[in-house]
């Protein structure tokens, strides 16, 4: 039977032994479960203090920049911890995750999110030093301020659905 | 502000399609409990997964017609505590599922209590699922469950 490349990659994966001893385990896949859930709430706790100080929302008496250095490095880490724990979960499910709906949005929607600080950097943060005291950023940082809300926001809602479908 | 996002919309609107259930939720989400089913048959096939566990068995109605239904257990950490191994069941062993069909409709059914060819019935529920003889423990409180053979 034909099968798309990439869904051929992801039995690969899930009959591996590594795969499998993670899906048929005892502990070690819930246990992975609540790091890739911890990680997720360092990740979006802290690059939220970022977008919430853009907004105006918080954190208005300190520049943008100081409040960047401070949340990026955790969100960073978070992000690299939530990456390979969801990546095991991945290759522990993956011949299931390929086929599931909520699971396919999560990806596309992983791949938004990674794309807003990218314009964000080259574009309205390049000239930081000019709007990092106002109160309220100018409105292409709001606008990438509202999106990565957003998008994390869904990011969380379609993992969740992963379960319901 | 000025946000154009179209694409959120028409993203969320793809989770509406529906495909059989897979990761880990609680009983209601998937599950009819005003549906009782027992299910007699032979094991054709068996999924020790996280997070829930699935087995197959295929079934013969009362006209004489034969169909193969999935049943969902716990995954196979709460099932171990019970003292049901990965292997215990194995493909063409008869065996006894007791549960409530999904409300899908699909031939598809949350086993609660499985009996084993050699008469031992281990509770099937996962802990804290909020599904009939769900009371927060590993073992459940379910009539008839978790007898030794």
Known sequence: ?165 | MKIKLPVLPLVFATLLTSVPAYAHHSFAAEFDGTKPTRLVGKITRVEWTNPHSYFYVDIVDAKGHSSNWGCEGAGPGALSRRGWKKGDLKIGDTIVVDGYRAKDGSNLIDARRVTFPDGRTVYGGSPGDGGPGDNGTDQGALPGANKKS
């Not at chain 1, 990740?43 to 008496?61: A, F, H, P, Q, T």
């Not at chain 1, 960047?68 to 939530?82: D, H, I, K």
């Open chain 1, 1 to 165: 039977m034909a099968q798309p490349l990439l869904q051929h990659f992801c039995q690969i994966l899930y009959d591996s032994p590594f795969g499998t001893s993670v899906r048929e385990s005892d502990y070690a896949f819930s246990v992975i479960e609540s790091v890739h859930v911890l990680s997720i709430t360092l990740l979006v706790g802290s690059i939220s203090i970022l977008d919430l100080r853009m907004l105006g929302l918080s954190l208005r008496e300190i520049p943008v920049t100081r409040v960047a250095r401070s949340v990026l490095p955790l969100t960073w880490a978070g992000f690299g911890v939530m990456f390979v724990s969801g990546f095991l979960l991945f290759w522990a499910e993956a011949a299931k995750s390929y086929t599931n709906p909520a699971f396919r949005v999560k990806v596309v929607l992983l791949l938004l999110v990674g794309l807003n600080p990218l314009i964000f950097h080259t574009t309205i943060y390049r000239r930081v030093a000019e709007w990092e005291r106002d109160h309220r950023s100018p409105w292409r940082a709001r606008v990438a301020a509202c999106v990565s809300l957003l998008l994390w926001g869904s990011i969380i809602v379609a993992g969740r659905a992963i379960a319901y479908f």
